[in-house]
T-cell receptor
Framework: DADVTQTPRNRITKTGKRIMLECSQT?????MYWYRQDPGLGLRLIYY???????NKGEISDGYSVSRQAQAKFSLSLESAIPNQTALYFC???????????FGQGTRLTVV | AQSVTQLGSHVSVSEGALVLLRCNYS??????LFWYVQYPNQGLQLLLK??????LVKGINGFEAEFKKSETSFHLTKPSAHMSDAAEYFC???????????FGTGTSLTVIP
């Protein structure tokens, strides 16, 4: 089984709809992250969480929200999806010292 | 502010030729440095990392990188490119203050038969 699992892998949704992307990890780490990948822009941090009670905004958090349901689960929500949120989304987890980030397979989201 | 610069968004090499992908970073303290590879329709896989041990780091699939503090660089090399090396490569830095990972914009490597 994968260390970091994202669901769904692909999703097409309509403008204005609420959508949730889910992430679970089996590494036992407290730190989890949500990134967005766009061509030519690399990966940009949306939100991160260093434990269940700690949630922090990244550089592009507008239009997104997160929930840390447990140490192993970190979900990303788009309250009202818009077309420029079409992107590849990655969840990741890391050890406390930041010596490696482990990534999920990604969720390809299309907003039409 | 932390930043990572990857020179060249697209690099093409012939099969068997040297691969050199460039990465420069800015950090106020010696950081942890990483190279990740992304194959089509897949997630990111760690190629290698520098975490303040040896400055020449060897990774998977014959890749290596050298941390040069004076040049703030962490360039990725492979002596002989293989067709299977075609992928997107990302350089990343964790300044280990705040423990966020900052990524470059990526370099797409094409290997020409």
């Amino acid at each position: 089984d994968a260390d970091v699992t994202q669901t769904p892998r692909n999703r097409i949704t309509k403008t204005g709809k609420r959508i949730m992307l889910e992430c679970s990890q089996t590494k036992g780490h407290d730190r989890m992250y949500w990134y967005r990948q766009d061509p030519g822009l690399g990966l940009r941090l949306i939100y991160y969480s260093f434990d269940v009670k700690d949630i922090n905004k990244g550089e592009i958090s507008d239009g997104y929200s997160v929930s840390r349901q447990a140490q192993a689960k970190f979900s990303l929500s788009l309250e009202s999806a818009i077309p420029n949120q079409t992107a590849l989304y990655f969840c990741a987890t890391s050890d406390p010292w930041g010596t490696e980030a482990f990534f999920g397979q990604g969720t390809r989201l299309t907003v039409v | 502010a932390q930043s990572v610069t990857q020179l060249g968004s697209h690099v093409s090499v012939s099969e068997g030729a040297l691969v050199l992908l460039r990465c420069n970073y800015s950090s106020s303290v010696p950081p942890y440095l990483f190279w990740y590879v992304q194959y089509p329709n897949q997630g990111l896989q760690l190629l290698l990392k520098y975490t303040s041990a040896a400055t020449l780091v060897k990774g998977i699939n014959g890749f290596e990188a050298e941390f040069k503090k004076s040049e703030t660089s962490f360039h990725l090399t492979k002596p002989s490119a293989h067709m299977s090396d075609a992928a997107e490569y990302f350089c990343a830095v964790n300044p280990n203050t705040g423990n966020q990972f900052y990524f470059g914009t990526g370099t797409s490597l094409t290997v020409i038969p």
